[in-house]
Structures are given as structure tokens and as C-alpha cells.
């Protein structure tokens, strides 16, 4: 491992300005520390009943919730409404970990055994067991459901957990950490590592398995590691999720979740709707009901401390960056023939860093905004004639995370959602998948690989292993057919029978 530069983490309020609090980072020694003590308590985790590991995973979940700070941290790292804080965030923990450590978590990590159809006599038992140290390197747009919540799984399935947050939203991953020590989670069991990409690294190039979230660049670093090591890495990477509005859509509506699903957190969200493709004939009408959504929006620094107050929709630019991007996008967007319908600047009238929720329409698909993913408070506008046309645009895009289809007809809807390249589709309705936690979500294409949720993203943290033994009812039969049939000596016999047996059943 390499030096790592050692200059404390300044973490600061996005929507304020002001310096929170300083954070070392974890130099290579604290590193190698977490993954020693990883190692050492995780084999007793994992040997806890489910419902004992189950008990205590949700008893951090309400510690979450009933801390009287906790929203406020996330707030204030990241800028965001409180409602987004405590009604997403939370409310998600909460959700994930009732579903994990359910009836469907433990059913999901029990033995699963399986009957063969020629070798009758056996039984055939798949044993999950838990990879052993599972590294979470998380993103800065939700310091909690990106970060703990990808936690989650990894500890229902036995497994310790190093978390690396984002070097700019490590405070609630902290805050988590202190809680879990509260409430009872075993010393190194969830451990929380703050530091930069380089501690990312370090804990990809020893972790037994990896789940990342965050930019295709750094995810594709990440992949090769773990390829270099035969290890395993699930990739949450961006999106560039379509919304077709079909000319039979509930108008209304499509516009609200539009602008919901654009502009929640300033459009820091990766199953955001990145681009609206919108049958011609309603487009007008579209971008008015869009347009008056969002001036009713009222945007502003989330007011800490009051935890009943939700005063502000659209909170701060968390990461400085995001808004040289919306800046370029819009430039370029504008510079190729299309219209800001409203927002399309920084707001200097507000304290932090804001900008405001800006309506494009006309984009092409030559644009950058239409091309690269936005990550923030830009929502572009495309015309199509048909819904042939506007499932060809929303194909045409390197990622495929999520998306919506908006329709009166649902049988239409969900035809042409088979057809559209994404890991996750709503029917007239947007980003309500992420909290649907019974079925997978994830990316293909440039956005990814693996998935969470549901059983699927619950077995992904376990090595299988098949235990063939004697079925204990029809043991009598294995003379006849198991010990005969696959031994030496091979005999003229057996192989006639297995003759028959083939055309007979093949
Ligand atoms: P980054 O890829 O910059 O960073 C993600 C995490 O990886 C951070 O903790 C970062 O640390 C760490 N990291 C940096 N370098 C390395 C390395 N070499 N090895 C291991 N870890 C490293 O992404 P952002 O934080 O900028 O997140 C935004 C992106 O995440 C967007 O593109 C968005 O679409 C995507 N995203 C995807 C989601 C999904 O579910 N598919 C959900 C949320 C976001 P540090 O911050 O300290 O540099």
C-alpha cells in the first residue's frame, strides 16, 4: 500500500458554507486494523442464529430513527430537505432492514435443497455462507441509503462490513458506527473507514467482496481489481434514465413525478429521471404542467433542528463539481438550438451552493445533456413523433439503470417497458422502484453489474456451496442406480440400459 495523503477530511454544510467538523483520514495502518478486527469477529456473526443477528440489525435501525440528530447530520453534510433526510433515507433503512431480516431474508440464507430427476436417490443441499469481509464504498449524494443501507444485505447474510463513505459525506456513516457500537453490534463486525479514493482502493484490493456505487470511471478500477484477485464486485454506477410520455398519459401526473424525480435532492440521484421523451402531440402541453410544477417548488437551506418542518423542496448542490456540469450541459444544450424554459443558473440570492431547477426543452440527441449523465438539477425535454421513436431514443444511451413509461393503456405501457434496456422500469409512476425492496434493482450496460434488493441481492454476499448426499427415504435405491451406474467396471449391460434411457427421455 502507498502513503496516503493525511490531511484531515474538512467537511462542510453545501447549503450553508460553513465548516462542520474535520475528519482524519484513515492512513493505511488503520486500514490494515479494520481488516484485522473484520476478520477476527466475523466467523461469530456469522455463526449467530439469523433471528439473533436479525434482532440486533433492527435494533440499529431504530436507533437511526430515533436518534434525535440523525436527519440533521445527513442534512447537513449534504444539503438536502429533511424530508429527503428522514422520509427517503430513514424511512429506507427502515424498510430494507423489516424486509432482510424477515421471513424473506431468512428464507432467502436457508439451506436449499433439491431434488434430481435421474439420480432420485440424492439430494442435492445448496449452503449459503457468507463471503466473510465485504467492503461497501459509498457515494456523497445519500450519505445513508447508499451507504449503510448497502450494509445491510452484506450483515443479514453473516458477513463483517468495512464501509468506506464518501470523503465528503463521511459524518452520518460515522454517526452510524457509533449506534451499532450502542446497541449492541459486535466489536469489527460494521466498521467505518473515512477517507479518500485511496482507502477505497486499499479496502478493494483485500475485501472478499466489493460493493461500489458511484462513477463508471472509478467503478471500472474497481472491477479490475477485484478481476485481479478472482473476487467478486457488484458496480451501482450511473444512469441515464429515460421518461417516455406517451400522448394517452395522465398529463398531470407525468409532469409532478417528472419534476419530482428531477429535481429530488437538485437531481443528485442516480435512478433520476435524466431526460423526458415526450410524444410531440402532448409536448406543449407537457412542458406547461412541468413548468408550473416547478415554480411552485420552494428551494433553500434545510432548516436543521426542526424535525416536524418540512419548509424546503429542493435543497443544496452537495459535490461543487455537479454544478460546473449543469453549467457546460446547459451551454451546450442551448448552443445546439434548444430553450430554457426556466432556471439554467446558480443561485447567487442563496447562501451555500444552489442552483436552480432548470427546464430545457427542445434537446436533441446530438446535445450533451442528452448524451452524458447530468447528476443534477437539468431536466431536458426531447420530442418524438410515436412511441416507436421515443423507445429508440431512450435505447440509444450507453447506461441502463432505470426508467418510466407513462400511459393510459398499461398493457401498451408494459410491452413496450420489456422492450426498453434498463435494469428497472415504473408504469406511470417514477423512482418508487427504489423502495419496492422485494425485487432487484441494478444496471446493465454502462451502469453496472449485480443488483440490490430482494432475495437476489441478499444471496449475491454468500458463496454457494452443494452438499449431494443420500436422499434418507430412497438410500435403498443407490445399489440400482447410483454405485452401478457410475463405477468400474463398465459393463455392456449398463451402457444398453443407459442407451434406452437416453431415447426414452432426451
Ligand atoms: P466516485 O466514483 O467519485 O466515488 C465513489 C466512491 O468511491 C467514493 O467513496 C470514493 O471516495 C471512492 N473511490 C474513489 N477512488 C477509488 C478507488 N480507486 N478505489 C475504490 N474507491 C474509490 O462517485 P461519486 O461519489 O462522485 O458518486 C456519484 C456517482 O455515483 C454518479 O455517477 C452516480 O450516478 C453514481 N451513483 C450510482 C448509484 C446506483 O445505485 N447506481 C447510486 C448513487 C450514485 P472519495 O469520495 O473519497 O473520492
Redesign the pocket.
Known amino acids: 500500500m502507498g502513503p496516503f495523503p493525511n490531511e484531515p477530511l474538512r467537511i462542510t454544510n453545501p447549503a450553508t458554507g460553513e465548516l462542520i467538523r474535520e475528519v482524519p483520514a484513515a492512513d493505511p495502518a488503520a486500514v490494515d486494523a479494520a481488516l484485522a478486527r473484520a476478520r477476527a469477529a466475523q466467523p461469530a456473526w456469522a455463526a449467530l442464529p439469523f433471528a439473533e443477528r436479525a434482532r440486533i440489525l433492527r435494533r440499529l435501525a431504530r436507533a437511526l430513527r430515533d436518534d434525535p440528530t440523525f436527519a440533521d447530520t445527513i442534512c447537513a453534510e449534504s444539503g438536502k430537505p429533511r424530508f429527503e433526510a428522514e422520509g427517503i433515507e430513514v424511512f429506507y433503512i427502515l424498510e430494507l432492514t423489516r424486509y432482510y431480516t424477515g421471513r424473506k431474508g431468512r428464507r432467502a440464507l436457508a439451506d436449499d435443497v433439491r431434488r434430481p430427476f435421474v439420480f432420485v436417490n440424492k439430494r442435492a443441499r445448496v449452503v449459503h455462507h457468507p463471503r466473510g469481509v465485504v467492503a461497501v ?6 450519505p445513508l441509503l ?1 451507504n449503510y443501507g448497502d450494509c445491510v444485505a452484506p450483515l443479514t447474510a453473516g458477513n463483517a462490513v468495512i464501509l ?5 459525506t463521511p459524518l452520518t456513516s460515522l454517526r452510524v458506527a457509533e449506534l451499532a457500537r450502542e446497541v449492541g453490534v459486535p466489536d469489527g463486525v460494521f466498521q467505518v473507514v473515512p ?3 485511496d482507502v ?2 486499499a479496502l ?1 484490493a483485500a475485501a472478499d467482496m466489493i460493493f ?8 471500472k ?2 472491477a479490475q481489481a477485484a478481476a485481479a484477485r478472482l473476487v467478486p464486485a457488484v458496480l ?4 441515464k434514465s429515460p421518461m417516455i410520455v406517451l400522448a394517452d398519459a395522465d398529463l398531470p401526473r407525468a409532469a409532478r413525478a417528472a419534476v419530482w424525480s428531477g429535481f429530488a435532492h437538485s437531481g443528485q440521484v ?2 433520476r429521471t435524466e431526460r423526458v421523451i415526450v410524444e410531440a402531440a402532448v409536448a406543449d402541453r407537457f412542458v406547461e404542467l412541468a413548468a408550473a410544477e416547478i415554480a411552485r417548488l420552494r428551494q433553500g437551506p434545510p432548516s436543521l433542528g426542526k424535525p416536524d418542518t418540512a419548509d424546503v423542496d429542493v435543497g443544496a448542490i452537495t ?1 461543487a463539481p455537479q454544478i460546473d456540469r449543469a453549467e457546460r450541459l446547459i451551454a451546450d444544450a442551448v448552443a445546439h438550438g434548444a430553450r430554457i424554459v426556466t432556471g439554467g443558473a446558480r443561485r447567487t440570492d442563496l447562501p451555500g451552493r444552489f442552483f436552480a431547477p432548470t427546464l430545457i426543452d427542445g434537446a436533441t440527441a446530438d446535445m450533451a445533456v442528452i448524451r452524458e ?1 447530468t ?1 443534477g438539477p437539468v431536466l431536458p425535454v426531447m420530442r418524438v413523433p410515436d412511441a416507436e421513436a421515443a423507445l429508440r431514443a431512450a435505447n440509444d444511451s450507453p447506461m441502463g ?1 432505470s426508467g418510466s413509461i407513462w400511459s393510459g393503456d398499461a398493457s401498451r405501457a408494459r410491452a413496450l417497458a420489456r422492450r426498453l434496456q434498463a435494469g428497472s422500469v415504473c408504469l406511470n409512476d417514477a423512482m418508487v422502484n427504489y423502495f419496492v425492496v422485494e425485487a432487484p434493482l441494478g ?1 446493465i450496460k454502462a ?2 453489474s449485480g443488483f440490490r434488493h430482494g432475495p437476489e441481492g441478499l444471496r449475491q454476499f454468500c458463496r454457494l456451496e452443494t452438499i449431494v448426499e443420500d436422499h434418507p427415504l430412497l438410500a435403498w435405491l443407490s445399489p440400482l442406480l447410483g454405485r452401478e451406474l457410475m463405477t468400474f467396471p463398465y459393463k455392456s449391460r449398463t451402457q444398453r440400459l443407459l442407451q434406452r434411457f437416453m431415447r426414452l427421455f432426451y
Open positions: 464504498i459509498g457515494p456523497w449524494n445519500w447508499n468506506k463513505p464518501s470523503e465528503h477517507g479518500r479514493g477505497g482502493a478493494t461500489f456505487t458511484g462513477s463508471a470511471s472509478t467503478g478500477q474497481v451501482e454506477l450511473g444512469g442516480c435512478v459535490f449523465e447528476f439503470l444496471g451502469s453496472g
